[in-house]
């Protein structure tokens, strides 16, 4: 029997003990429903393999030993991750489509007795739900934005603010990326589907009955596109202005690049790379500041004679409403905690 998926909330899938990707590797890695678990019937070489003989051999040939593989692959899992489950467990399966892999992996787990079930239409269906949320249907959420120069502590506000209990998104950490050159952090982006299930996700669980408060982007985040129904409602967004000093943002930007500026050497790599964009002299000064180790100077530089005129050609272009201005000379942890207080206060007259 089918389970079928009609909503991308975190309780949609929650009478279930387990969801489980029966996929290869590389499919799971590109997408999958959120909290799955990747059991593969076939490794990426074994399903390659099978395709190809379906096309060029025999349907019926390629059938055959792709069940005995997958039977093989059906054991090894029963044997090693699914060895302690007891009677009671319920999962639920699912393939690309709902077809040969997950349907084969199913019923051997249902000839145990457990009670299983399969995700109908499999990682389509989900997929499909995901597109519907983000390029078809109207976005019911209202924005408010945070925006503010490079290394105002909008993220660090963001996150403050859902500790106090308003409702925020964090796309950068969605994106698993800050937004600019140098902005990548540990770990690589996810795939533009991934990025899209975890953003639908996140929205699915907010309410849209209240403002949802998120950082002033660009349309891209890293390599990563915003959805077209999540970026228009950005654009038509207020916004609430951070508006921090220079040494403030100095101290707090080389904290929150912390990750980047420990390896100097792949810092001054991305520092080569705005040679087309400011002067040798200017990179060079950039790239003397790394070496010796003057990284709030090297913070304000960049921030002063890069990262502003970028931010104020593109605020220049915005015609959206601004809430309010909120000055701060420090973004230290009280700070950061009284800036969200003060945008919390804003939002009730939201």
Same mark, same amino acid.
């Given at each position: $029997? ?6 991308l909330r975190r309780?949609a ?5 387990t969801?489980?990707d ?6 799971f890695a590109?997408?999958?429903?959120p909290g799955? #678990?990747n059991?593969?019937v $076939? ?5 390659a393999e099978i395709g190809?003989i379906?096309?060029?051999?025999s349907?019926f ?5 792709g069940a005995?593989i997958?039977?093989r692959?059906a ?5 090693n991750?699914?060895?302690e489950?007891?009677g009671g467990?319920?999962p ?23 009670r299983?079930e #399969?995700l109908a ?5 989900y997929?499909t ?8 249907d ?7 934005l945070?925006?503010?120069?490079t ?5 660090a506000?963001l ?7 308003a ?9 698993n990326?800050r937004?600019s050159?140098l902005?990548a $952090?540990?770990?690589?982006q996810p ?9 639908? #996700?996140a ?6 009955s209240?403002?949802?408060?998120a ?6 985040i890293?390599e990563?596109?915003?959805p077209a129904?999540v970026?228009k409602?950005m654009r038509a ?5 951070i508006?921090?000093s220079?040494?403030a943002?100095a101290?707090f930007?080389?904290r929150?690049?912390?990750d980047?500026?420990e390896n100097p050497a792949?810092m001054?790599?991305r520092?080569?790379?705005?040679r087309a964009l400011?002067?040798n002299a200017?990179v ?5 500041f790394l070496?010796?180790?003057?990284l709030?100077d090297l913070?304000?530089?960049?921030m002063?004679?890069?990262?502003d005129?970028g931010?104020?050609?593109s605020?220049a ?8 201005? #909120?000055q701060t ?6 700070d950061?905690a009284?800036l969200?207080a003060q ?6 007259q939201?």
């Amino acid at each position: $029997m089918g389970f079928t998926l009609d909503n991308l909330r975190r309780d949609a899938l929650s009478q279930f003990d387990t969801v489980i990707d029966v996929r290869s590797p590389v499919e799971f890695a590109e997408d999958h429903v959120p909290g799955a #678990l990747n059991l593969p019937v $076939m490794s990426n070489e074994e399903r390659a393999e099978i395709g190809t003989i379906y096309v060029q051999d025999s349907p019926f040939r390629a059938r055959k030993l792709g069940a005995a593989i997958v039977a093989r692959n059906a054991a090894a899992h029963i044997e090693n991750e699914l060895t302690e489950k007891d009677g009671g467990w319920q999962p639920l399966v699912y393939c690309w489509r709902g077809g040969q892999r997950s349907v084969s992996f199913a019923s051997i787990l249902s000839q145990i007795g457990w009670r299983t079930e #399969l995700l109908a239409g499999g990682y389509r269906s989900y997929r499909t739900q995901v597109v519907k949320a983000l390029y078809e249907d109207p976005l019911p959420h209202r924005f408010v934005l945070l925006d503010g120069n490079t290394g105002s502590g909008k993220t660090a506000i963001l996150h403050e603010l859902h500790a106090q209990g308003a409702q925020m998104l964090d796309l950068e950490g969605l994106a698993n990326h800050r937004g600019s050159l140098l902005g990548a $952090m540990r770990g690589a982006q996810p795939s533009q589907k991934m990025f899209e299930t975890r953003l639908a #996700l996140a929205l699915s669980n907010l309410d849209a009955s209240r403002p949802v408060v998120a950082e002033a982007e660009s349309s891209k985040i890293g390599e990563r596109l915003i959805p077209a129904s999540v970026w228009k409602s950005m654009r038509a967004a207020p916004r609430i202005d951070i508006a921090a000093s220079l040494p403030a943002r100095a101290k707090f930007l080389t904290r929150d690049y912390a990750d980047v500026l420990e390896n100097p050497a792949h810092m001054a790599e991305r520092l080569d790379k705005l040679r087309a964009l400011c002067s040798n002299a200017r990179v060079d000064q950039w790239l003397a500041f790394l070496k010796d180790g003057q990284l709030e100077d090297l913070a304000a530089e960049l921030m002063q004679r890069h990262y502003d005129q970028g931010y104020d050609r593109s605020r220049a272009a915005r015609e959206t409403a601004v809430l309010a201005t #909120l000055q701060t000379d420090g973004l230290e942890a009280n700070d950061i905690a009284r800036l969200a207080a003060q945008v919390s206060e804003l939002l009730d007259q939201f």
